[in-house]
C-alpha cells in the first residue's frame, strides 16, 4: 500500500507528538501510516503500517469521553458552589 506519513517512535519530540495528533484528529480518516521504532532495550525494531481511520475513530471517542467526564464535574461542582 502507497504510505503516506513515517513515523519514527524513537525520534517523536513532544510537540511534533501533540501536532501529529492533532492532525490525525482533526484531518485524518484517509491516510496510511509506517509506524516502527525500537523494542524495548533490545536491537529488535518493529514495523506496523495501518489506515489511520481506526486510530482517528479511537481518538474521537476518547475526546468525546474527557469532554463528557468534565462536564459532569463542571456541573457537580456548579451544584456545590452554588446550591
Same mark, same amino acid.
Given at each position: 500500500p502507497h504510505v503516506d506519513e513515517?513515523? !519514527?517512535?524513537a525520534n517523536v519530540g513532544l510537540i511534533e507528538g501533540m501536532t501529529g495528533a492533532l !492532525?490525525?484528529?482533526l484531518f485524518g480518516g484517509e491516510r496510511m501510516l509506517r509506524v516502527f521504532g525500537p523494542v524495548g532495550d533490545s536491537d529488535k525494531e518493529f514495523e506496523l503500517i495501518m489506515p489511520d481511520y481506526s486510530l482517528r475513530n479511537a481518538m474521537l471517542i476518547y475526546s468525546r469521553n474527557v469532554a463528557f467526564v468534565s462536564l459532569l464535574i463542571s456541573l457537580f461542582t456548579a451544584m456545590l458552589v452554588y446550591a
Open positions: 513515517h513515523v !519514527d517512535i !492532525d490525525t484528529l
